[in-house]
């Protein structure tokens, strides 16, 4: 008996860490095969030199390098996305991801009417980058957003050809990227076949179904639902027939106002699926034509003049922060930026291209003077309604735990080998609750319009991004033993531009950020009006018996504008998508960095793929918006070589 016991026990230990060693260990080391190789820094002829392996790196570099005969050299200041484990579990990204050594942990400068405070700006320094580190929701906009874009690209030239910006143009790219994971999605606006794994948050939830104690999802989505006024829908990136006419016809401000469950860039297993994931697997890692070194930050691009007396990027001078050696190196067709937007602007600074005032306060030699560079910084605000539950609801109020994370990691390692048998035979072996640990953390989202955007005839300006758990200054604040709801709300288009600026020459110094958070009166409006629209909906039922004690934006506390406001100063945070620091934009418009082509202007050989080129931040969170500009850019650049 003794004997079966300790078989037993050690065929569960084995499999248990096999399954940790393909999981885990087995790509562990899979950028380390591309960086220990000594030759490699000897090598100079890459067709393509690309700044960063984040959203838009992932994937240029990928789709670049499809084809064997480019040569594609990918420099990462971070460590490979498979150092830490806990990267992978995406109901943990603020514990794990946030204020680590993979995060540069920006600030920006303190905000006048914040109080002063400085907000914090996490950005993911790691393969992957952002989408390393962030929430997973899959969320495109809304389709006037990229109408505009080309509005203020093409209206006032004649010249664009074929090339067209606009949500129709788009959506091809959003669902090149995309392979949707669930089997009722709609083809029409969802890929299959793409590469990047996305999974419906809903399909989750049913499947646990009424084995589980998990009531508050669905009580959230119906009470927003309820209280709001706005119907349910499974799918906030599909438009219905109804909303396919009214677009038709002009009057796309009236769609898709809705409240959903998210939609959620995660893997069959449970695992966070980044950009990196999804195009640097290891298929294309073993790529021959394609290297990617971590660990090195790039200080600055490097120019030749050409025969036209052209400044022209020859290359980029960089840091191989293992060796702590300073390494240059030829490019043969283009450099790119794909470092951000805050890392973008900063390189395309030091490197002397920028407004030519700021440029000579750091003696750095005029290579363009472009006035855009780091300025239009549009960003999302962030405000919310978060109280504690009382006694009988359930919500993820330990999701950080170790325990948690040990579940997790169980569960996807069990789905991995496909276990799914054992699930029928013994169900208690891996008690389906576990599920939900592999669904991200906010569960539920909506669009609704502030009282000014329906006065105006405008599309939704206000999103939901709800939490079944507390959420508090980056769900850093724990409360043992609590149940919590927080409901976010979140300023989708306000009016006031902040900037990125110089705070010296080195690539490795944090940059000047000012977000000018509430810069705008009319923002503060526009998101005082979201709570108090989210406050009245805790004053009906159920929420009005859900809740024992509010935390922030109390409706009993805060009722006036300025009682709000007063709330909102104190528990503001940005909702993460800095955007358009190096816009794309007409010829005509001297604040546009790039044209669109995403060419940098004044310079040649020289273009910036990633959110920073955004001319306006879309009203929706800016993953998949930011895959869908490196897919069109990469088509675009394989067209213009003719490769
Ligand atoms: C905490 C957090 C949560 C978020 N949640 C969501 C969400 O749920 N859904 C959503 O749609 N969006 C979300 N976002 C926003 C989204 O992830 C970003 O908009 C998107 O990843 C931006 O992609 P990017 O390619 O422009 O930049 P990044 O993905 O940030 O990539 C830039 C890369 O460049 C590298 N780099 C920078 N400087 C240098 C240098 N000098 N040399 C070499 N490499 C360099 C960086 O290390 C990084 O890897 C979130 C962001 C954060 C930070």
């Not at 948050?201 to 927003?224: A, M, Q, R």
């Not at 709570?531 to 805060?558: A, G, N, R, W």
Request: with cysteine; net charge neutral.
């Amino acid at each position: 008996m003794l004997k079966l016991l300790i078989t037993s026990s050690l065929i569960v230990i084995i499999s248990f860490l096999y399954l940790f060693y393909q999981q885990y260990i087995k790509v562990e080391n899979r950028f380390e095969k591309y960086h220990s190789d000594p030759t490699l820094s000897n090598i100079t002829d890459f067709d393509y030199v690309i700044i960063g392996a984040g959203t838009a790196g992932s994937v240029l570099s990928s789709r670049l390098s499809e084809n064997p005969k480019i040569k594609v050299l990918v420099l990462e200041s971070g460590v490979s996305n498979n150092d830490l484990i806990g990267i992978h579990f995406p109901l943990g990204f603020p514990k794990f991801t946030m204020n680590t050594s993979i995060d540069y942990d920006y600030k920006t400068i303190s905000q006048p009417q914040l109080r002063n405070r400085e907000i914090y700006m996490p950005r993911g320094k790691v393969i992957g980058g952002s989408s390393s580190v962030n929430a997973n929701l899959y969320i495109r906009g809304h389709p006037l957003d990229y109408n505009e874009w080309n509005y203020l690209l093409f209206n006032n030239t004649s010249k664009n050809g074929n090339l067209s910006w606009s949500y129709k143009d788009m959506l091809k790219y959003f669902k090149k990227s995309e392979k949707h994971l669930s089997k009722n999605i709609n083809r029409k606006y969802h890929g299959t076949d793409g590469k990047w794994k996305i999974k419906h948050t809903k399909d989750i939830i049913e499947e646990i179904g009424p084995l589980v104690n998990f009531n508050l999802t669905s009580v959230i989505i119906n009470s927003l639902s309820n209280g709001l006024n706005i119907p349910i829908r499974d799918d906030p990136n599909e438009l219905l027939p109804n909303e396919e006419e009214l677009l038709e016809k002009g009057e796309g401000h009236s769609i898709l106002e809705s409240v959903s469950y998210h939609h959620h860039s995660i893997d069959e297993n449970g695992r966070r699926h980044s950009l990196a994931e999804a195009f640097l697997d290891l298929e294309t890692l073993k790529r021959p034509n394609l290297q990617i070194r971590t660990e090195c930050i790039v200080k600055r691009i490097l120019f030749t003049k050409n025969g036209k007396n052209e400044n022209v990027a020859s290359g980029v001078e960089y840091l191989n922060k293992r060796t702590n050696q300073l390494i240059k190196i030829n490019v043969r067709k283009e450099v790119i930026s794909s470092a951000g937007s805050i890392a973008s602007p900063q390189i395309l600074m030091v490197s002397g291209i920028g407004d030519k005032e700021e440029l000579k306060k750091f003696n750095i030699p005029i290579i363009s003077n472009l006035k855009g560079v780091g300025k239009n910084l549009h960003d999302h605000l962030l405000g919310a309604v978060i109280g504690k539950l009382k006694e009988g609801y359930t919500s993820l109020h330990s999701y950080e735990s170790l325990w948690n994370l040990l579940q997790w990691i169980m569960q996807s390692s069990f789905n991995f080998l496909e276990f799914s048998m054992v699930r029928k035979l013994f169900p208690a072996a891996i008690p389906n609750s576990w599920k939900l640990f592999n669904v991200g953390a906010p569960h539920i989202q909506g669009f609704f319009k502030s009282k000014y955007a329906k006065e105006n005839n405008q599309p939704y300006d206000l999103q939901i991004v709800s939490v079944p758990g507390f959420f508090v200054h980056h769900a850093s604040i724990e409360y043992p033993g609590e149940n919590g709801i927080s409901i976010g709300v979140v300023n989708l288009q306000p009016k006031a531009r902040g900037y990125i600026s110089l705070r010296s020459n080195d690539t490795n110094d944090s940059p000047i950020i000012h977000g000018n958070y509430f810069g705008n009166e009319q923002d503060i409006k526009v998101l005082v009006d979201g709570i108090s629209q989210i406050q009245k909906t805790f004053l009906q039922e159920p929420f009005k018996s859900m809740v024992k004690e509010f935390i922030f934006c109390s409706p009993h506390d805060y009722k006036t504008h300025d009682e709000i406001r007063e709330c909102l100063t104190q528990m503001f945070t940005t909702l993460y998508h800095p955007t358009s620091t190096c816009k794309m934009g007409s010829e005509n418009d001297e604040m546009s960095v790039v044209d669109e082509y995403c060419k940098v202007r004044g310079v040649k050989n020289l273009r910036v793929v990633d959110a920073s080129i955004m001319p306006n931040v879309p009203r929706g969170n800016t993953n998949a918006p930011t895959a869908a500009i490196a897919e069109k850019a990469a088509e675009m650049i394989l067209n213009e070589w003719n490769l």
